[in-house]
């Protein structure tokens, strides 16, 4: 039973780099049939795919067009878990935001949702 | 910039059947988009129902099916049922990234 547990700041000033964490159990960080995403969700913009980290042999970072400049997704392999992390936040980054696992394209187990919120 | 395109909103009546649909601006949706679809209720996370076209979870209910149609993924209720009043989302790959549509709204009247 796969399971993931977020954990992050839920306030982040604007400019500054929004930071969370998702913990791994019951299954690999380092899988060869899987990949890591973090999704968000806003009334503004919906959901929206933001990127995700996977081990083919070597490690792989995929991102959203949208904010391929700001983020950054790392694995954490001694902690199994991985990292999301997005700079200078404005308050449209302000959303719900999901860690999910992806085994082979079956987009199918969801964290329990992190809302952060971008204000100073 | 591409775009998923889902019908705003949808209205079915208790036991019918309804197709939701989900369309690319790049083309034409294959399998090869990996379309997966998702329920959700106010307040929850997105459920997820199906992915890669049409195959079901353990807890997808039956009257839950995903096809190609039309050049466009499709999500059909058949006997929908008033707890099916949600809104769906589908989602696509495009050869290392994914996107969302806006999403349906379906009402059950």
């Known amino acids: 039973q796969v399971q993931l547990q977020q954990s992050g700041p839920g306030l982040v000033k604007p400019s500054q780099t929004l930071s969370l964490t998702c913990a791994i159990s019951?299954?690999?960080?380092?899988?060869?049939?899987?990949?890591w995403n973090w999704i968000r969700q806003s009334p503004s913009r919906g959901l929206e795919w933001l990127g995700r980290t996977y081990y083919r042999s070597k490690w792989y970072n995929d991102y959203a067009v949208s904010v391929r400049s700001r983020i950054t997704i790392n694995p954490d392999t001694s902690k199994n878990q991985f990292s999301l992390q997005l700079n200078s936040v404005t308050p449209e980054d302000t959303a719900v935001y999901y860690c999910?696992?992806?085994?082979?394209?079956?987009?199918?187990?969801w964290g329990q949702g992190t809302l952060v919120t971008v204000s100073s | 910039q591409t775009v998923v395109t889902q019908e705003p909103s949808l209205t079915v009546s208790p036991g019918g059947t309804v197709t939701l649909t989900c369309a690319s601006s790049?083309?034409?949706?294959?399998?090869?988009?990996?379309p997966n679809w998702f329920q959700q209720k106010p307040g929850q996370a997105p459920r997820p129902l199906i992915y890669?076209?049409?195959n079901k979870y353990s807890w997808t209910p039956a009257r839950f099916s995903g096809s190609l149609l039309g050049g466009k993924a499709a999500l059909t209720l058949s006997g929908v049922q008033p707890e099916d009043e949600a809104e769906y989302y589908c989602?696509?790959?495009?050869?290392?990234?994914?996107?969302f549509g806006g999403g349906t709204k379906l009402t059950v009247l």
């Open positions: 890669s076209t049409s």
């Open positions: 999910v696992r992806d085994l082979n394209w079956a987009v199918a187990w």
């Open positions: 019951g299954d690999s960080v380092s899988s060869n049939s899987v990949a």
């Open positions: 790049t083309g034409a949706v294959t399998s090869g988009y990996y």
């Open positions: 989602l696509l790959y495009y050869g290392g990234t994914w996107m």
